[in-house]
């Protein structure tokens, strides 16, 4: 979770930093406030992704192995396994890094002369009227520079479900599950790494999104009947079943500065506009997209829509950037 007070302070100590060069230079993927270089950064979020995905789908395999031995009363047979599809899969994950700054100097000064009041003659009695000579002065400048980086990887599942891996996870699952009914939250908390962390290092609901997606697919007879059966027999004949996950994080913070004079002869910066403003946004999008597994790589059609999301990932962030 985010503490959203202690994000303010942060934007407001960091805002001078800002100012001396938004939109100036090229923008770095970090904040003045993360304790680590840009390379370590991006290394624990893909550390932190790579983590969340196996692990929730080895847990997901798992609990569908243990729910393949229960008993069915109308068959008094065991179930079977409802997703040993899911282990001919993969993802494709999609990292983006976007920060864009930016920077306005609107200076305005007036210059005033006092003139002599002019004096009206009529019958009632003398109007006096000041009068004064105003020239003013204006210029406006602006920059603007945005830094994207994309870093896009495969997952196979088949590199992490030998016997070995899931053992070890089943000792991992296990540890979890128990923690979780000493709590008495009914939540899994996650076993990654930075798991409250800021942005894409903190818990990215991955394991609420495939149970509710797969949940189906585990009773004999369930919300769905066929569920199970038809998901398989696509993946398996037509390879065009594709799931995606996407999060999106932004960081937006901005200030302006309007020092300004009211002197006899001369103003300046007395406009609505401010004299110096800086805006910097930080986005973080993720895009989890699986699918079937051809040889080791993504299917056509987990690429196809991998590119469909991206598109529409590129055309919101644009979007975003002209409504700021």
Request: with cysteine; aromatic share 8%; glycine share 8%.
């Amino acid at each position: 979770m985010i503490d959203c007070r202690k994000l303010s302070l942060i934007a407001l100590t960091g805002l001078s930093a800002c100012l001396a060069g938004c939109g100036l230079v090229t923008p770095g993927l970090e904040e003045f406030y993360d304790p680590q270089d840009t390379k370590t950064m991006v290394d624990a979020l893909v550390y932190h992704v790579q983590c969340e995905v196996q692990s929730q789908i080895q847990f997901l395999i798992l609990d569908d192995i243990e729910a393949s031995r229960i008993v069915l009363p109308s068959t008094n047979k065991p179930q079977g396994r409802r997703l040993e599809w899911l282990e001919k899969w993969g993802s494709q994950v999609t990292l983006t890094l976007t920060v864009d700054e930016k920077s306005s100097l609107n200076p305005g000064v007036s210059f005033n002369k006092i003139l002599e009041n002019a004096t009206t003659k009529f019958p009632s009695g003398n109007v006096t009227t000041p009068q004064s000579f105003s020239l003013g002065l204006g210029a406006t400048g602006s920059a603007d520079a945005t830094r994207k980086e994309t870093l896009t990887w495969f997952i196979d599942f088949k590199t992490f479900l030998d016997p070995k891996s899931l053992s070890l996870a089943r000792r991992e699952r296990d540890r979890l599950y128990q923690a979780a009914r000493e709590a008495g939250t009914g939540t899994v908390p996650s076993n990654c790494e930075e798991q409250n962390g800021i942005l894409i290092q903190g818990d990215l609901k991955l394991r609420e999104w495939l149970y509710a997606v797969m949940l189906p697919a585990f009773p004999q007879g369930g919300a769905i009947p066929d569920y199970a059966g038809s998901l398989a027999a696509e993946a398996k004949v037509s390879k065009k079943d594709v799931i995606s996950h996407e999060v999106t994080f932004v960081i937006l913070y901005s200030g302006n500065v309007t020092p300004s004079w009211k002197l006899v002869r001369v103003t300046a910066n007395q406009g609505s506009l401010p004299f110096f403003s800086a805006q910097r946004s930080r986005t973080q999008d993720l895009l989890i997209t699986m699918g079937p597994s051809a040889a080791g790589a993504p299917s056509q059609e987990v690429q196809n829509a991998t590119l469909a999301s991206q598109i529409g990932i590129a055309v919101a962030n644009a979007l975003r950037n002209t409504q700021q």
